[in-house]
């Protein structure tokens, strides 16, 4: 029988340098990944709970002491989305977050977002600028 539920993601981790995989964390309904950062040894897990919509809100899985289990944090608390999520160079953790509207088709203004605790806590910083053609707008 397949374990296999749609809308629902896992983490799947390895040991043995991907010869083998064990289930960690419980199986996420309404979660989707999108991205995944080594640092220092450490994995960092990005995505956004859409299970609840329309709102979605974005979240980064911080790893625990043990390296192979993770606590979830919020990045954004209301409706958005997570366009990307990097380290900067001061080790600071930075999220990119649309905020959403119900209205005007969904898309507000992208805020930046910022951890300097390895994503425990996060602020905003503000509105990101846009740029074109290496100019801001």
């Given amino acids: 029988m397949n374990n296999?539920?749609?809308g629902a993601s896992q983490l799947l981790v390895s040991t043995d340098g991907g010869r083998s995989w064990q289930k960690r964390g419980p199986r996420?309904?309404?979660y989707e990944f999108d991205s995944v950062s080594v640092r220092d040894g450490k994995v960092?897990?990005?995505g956004e709970h859409t299970a609840e919509?329309?709102?979605i809100e974005p979240f980064v899985f911080v790893p625990a002491k043990s390296l192979?289990?993770?606590e979830m944090r919020t990045i954004y608390q209301g409706a958005g989305g997570l366009e990307r999520v990097a380290w900067g160079s001061k080790g600071?953790?930075?999220a990119w977050v649309p905020h959403l509207k119900l209205e005007d088709d969904w898309k507000g203004p992208t805020y930046i977002h910022q951890s300097l605790d390895e994503g425990r806590t996060w602020k905003t910083?503000?509105?990101a600028r846009k740029f074109k053609d290496g100019k801001r707008d």
């Fill in 125 to 127: 910083l503000g509105r």
């Fill in 4 to 6: 296999f539920v749609p």
């Fill in 44 to 46: 960092w897990i990005a």
């Fill in 92 to 94: 600071e953790l930075i």
């Fill in 28 to 30: 996420l309904e309404g």
């Fill in 68 to 70: 192979l289990h993770w």
């Fill in 53 to 55: 919509g329309p709102a």
